[in-house]
């Protein structure tokens, strides 16, 4: 009975002990720093591999050129539908450079998946009112090139494929501009509807 209790007593004192350690271990990692591709970074536990990279960027690619056509075809705004032209324009030129840095390292690029969520996402812009589809369909392209952005970046930072680092190192100021322009198009919805 002593025996146990001073087991039990090591084993309070051991986690007391823990805690203490742990608490300022846990308290940096779950304070965020206040921007988003910051946030990437800090939860991110191990650098991007090319493999995940690549699916990623490639599915980014085909959700972003899908949403275009429809919003060439659907939207009303003439910013919108000049937008949704220009990234479509855009990625018939990065697409490919993204799959000869791929090729250029020695990997076989395979055809990009939708995420269930994606398609899930093109079937709502379809399915949009007019009156409702270039709101949508704008704030679809921010979500998507903020995310974009944030592989970018991270594989940049800590990706093992040199011609696949220059290319999201390439990649990034084209990204920022159409998240600009999103943006600024986003307002001016915003302010024609008030």
């Given at each position: 009975m002593i025996h146990i209790r001073?087991?039990?007593?090591?084993?309070?004192?051991?986690?007391?002990?823990?805690g203490i350690i742990a608490a300022p271990v846990l308290a940096q990692t779950t304070q965020y720093p206040s921007t988003t591709a910051q946030k990437s970074?800090?939860?991110?536990?191990?650098?991007?591999?090319?493999?995940?990279?690549?699916?990623?960027?490639?599915?980014?690619?085909?959700?972003?050129?899908?949403?275009s056509k429809i919003a060439v075809q659907r939207a009303q705004n003439k910013q919108v539908r000049d937008y949704a032209q220009r990234v479509l324009d855009d990625h018939a030129l990065s697409s490919p450079k993204?799959?000869?840095?791929?090729?250029?390292?020695?990997?076989?690029?395979?055809?990009?998946?939708l995420t269930v969520k994606q398609a899930a996402k093109l079937n709502e812009l379809q399915k949009a009112s007019l009156s409702s589809f270039d709101k949508n369909y704008i704030l679809s392209q921010i979500d998507v090139h903020e995310r974009e952005l944030?592989?970018?970046?991270?594989?940049?930072?800590?990706?093992?494929?040199?011609?696949i680092k220059n290319n999201s190192t390439v990649m990034m100021p084209l990204v920022r501009k159409h998240i600009a322009d999103a943006k600024q198009i986003s307002?001016?919805?915003a302010n024609n509807a008030s």
């Amino acid at each position: 009975m002593i025996h146990i209790r001073k087991l039990a007593l090591l084993g309070a004192t051991a986690m007391v002990a823990v805690g203490i350690i742990a608490a300022p271990v846990l308290a940096q990692t779950t304070q965020y720093p206040s921007t988003t591709a910051q946030k990437s970074r800090a939860t991110s536990a191990k650098p991007l591999g090319t493999t995940d990279y690549l699916a990623s960027a490639r599915t980014a690619d085909l959700f972003e050129v899908e949403a275009s056509k429809i919003a060439v075809q659907r939207a009303q705004n003439k910013q919108v539908r000049d937008y949704a032209q220009r990234v479509l324009d855009d990625h018939a030129l990065s697409s490919p450079k993204l799959n000869d840095a791929a090729i250029q390292a020695g990997l076989t690029p395979t055809t990009p998946l939708l995420t269930v969520k994606q398609a899930a996402k093109l079937n709502e812009l379809q399915k949009a009112s007019l009156s409702s589809f270039d709101k949508n369909y704008i704030l679809s392209q921010i979500d998507v090139h903020e995310r974009e952005l944030r592989l970018h970046t991270d594989y940049a930072r800590t990706g093992d494929a040199m011609t696949i680092k220059n290319n999201s190192t390439v990649m990034m100021p084209l990204v920022r501009k159409h998240i600009a322009d999103a943006k600024q198009i986003s307002g001016a919805l915003a302010n024609n509807a008030s």
